[in-house]
């Protein structure tokens, strides 16, 4: 089963970072309205090592068939809303079965 991954909207909290984050040269290359293509529950290619960690199980169990997670938390039971892991500039993914 195929499964879209759409990045949706970053977050960013600048005040957060500059209180708790080391300066970093590179944080995230991720962009909002990017899309990848999950075949059968398997990690597209250039998808966000630490996003892809937070959406896995998700699109996991999208991809068999399942989904209406937290009893018809989505308006479309076979989709979902994942954020990444960043504290500090959080990506949010749409994950659908398309």
């Not at 944080?27 to 059968?40: M, R, Y």
């Amino acid at each position: 089963m195929k499964i879209r991954i759409t990045a949706v909207r970053k977050a960013s909290y600048p005040d957060l970072m500059a209180k708790y984050e080391n300066p970093i040269e590179h944080a995230c290359d991720v962009t909002e309205g990017q899309e990848w293509i999950s075949v059968d529950g398997k990690c597209p290619e250039g998808m966000c090592p630490s996003a892809w960690g937070s959406m896995r199980e998700f699109v996991e169990a999208l991809a068999r068939g399942e989904g209406n997670f937290y009893d018809g938390w989505m308006k479309n039971p076979q989709s979902a809303m994942i954020s990444c892991n960043d504290g500090f500039r959080p990506m949010s993914f749409y994950i659908e079965v398309i």
